[in-house]
Nanobody, 121 residues
Framework: QVQLLESGGGLVQPGGSLRLSCAASGSIFSISIMRWYRQAPGNQRELVASTISGGSTNYGDSVKGRFTISIDGAKNTAYLQMNSLKPEDTAVYYC???????????????WGQGTQVTVSS
């Protein structure tokens, strides 16, 4: 059993910062990629950021220069540092990860339940 648990969401004023965490737990052999998505009401889910274990990162155009994704391999945890937040960043933020449960088994993609981020004055 593998679970992803997001935390760190909340209400913040425009221009403020939040740091989201996504902790993977359970039977984990390796994690190759962790990603953050977000979905605002009436919108499709969009990719915010992704990171490959080993350092490579990728960001959506709307968050470049403001958000930073990182991963702590020892803790199987990904973080999303969000600075200079705008009202349009308001959404439910989800993490997912591509995880292998054994060195010979296949890789599966797992999703967390999401955490709400609201940017409002």
């Amino acid at each position: 059993q593998v679970q992803l648990l997001e935390s760190g969401g909340g209400l913040v004023q425009p221009g403020g910062s939040l740091r989201l965490s996504c902790a993977a737990s359970g039977s984990i052999f390796s994690i190759s990629i962790m990603r953050w998505y977000r979905q605002a009401p009436g919108n499709q889910r969009e990719l915010v950021a992704s990171t490959i274990s080993g350092g490579s990162t990728n960001y959506g155009d709307s968050v470049k220069g403001r958000f930073t994704i990182s991963i702590d391999g020892a803790k199987n945890t990904a973080y999303l540092q969000m600075n200079s937040l705008k009202p349009e960043d308001t959404a439910v933020y989800y993490c997912n990860a591509d995880i292998r449960k054994s060195n010979t088994g296949p890789e599966f993609r797992y999703w967390g339940q999401g955490t709400q981020v609201t940017v409002s004055s």
